[in-house]
């Protein structure tokens, strides 16, 4: 049975800082690249950061910097560190593998709102 389950989000302040975690259930999590993606109000799904398999990471250019993936491969878990938040990075935050995203499978989310 397939589930992911993402933690961690809530409500901070411009210039705070989040940590992000997601449980994978029902997948080969080890051999897997994980990624967390987000969707702003009014705005399409988008890829913000993955790590592949053997560690490879690669961030959008909107938050490279001050976003940080890892995984934990013994805990099925994938955790995205956001520091220096900004309004604009108010959204739902997802985690998935490519299949599932690929195939329209998705967790609830975790809502991230940067607001004064």
């Known amino acids: 049975q397939v589930q992911l389950v993402e933690s961690g989000g809530g409500l901070v302040q411009p210039g705070g800082s989040l940590r992000l975690s997601c449980v994978a259930s029902g997948v080969s999590f080890s051999i897997n690249a994980m990624g967390w993606y987000r969707q702003a109000p009014g705005t399409q799904r988008e890829l913000v950061a993955r790590?592949?398999?053997?560690?490879?990471?690669n961030y959008a250019d909107s938050v490279k910097g001050r976003f940080t993936i890892s995984r934990d491969n013994a805990r099925n878990t994938v955790a995205l560190q956001m520091n220096s938040l900004k309004p604009e990075d108010t959204a739902v935050y997802y985690c998935?593998?490519?299949?599932?995203?690929?195939?329209?499978?998705w967790g609830r989310g975790t809502q991230v709102t940067v607001s004064s």
């Open positions: 998935n593998t490519d299949g599932w995203a690929r195939s329209g499978y």
């Open positions: 790590i592949s398999s053997a560690g490879r990471i």
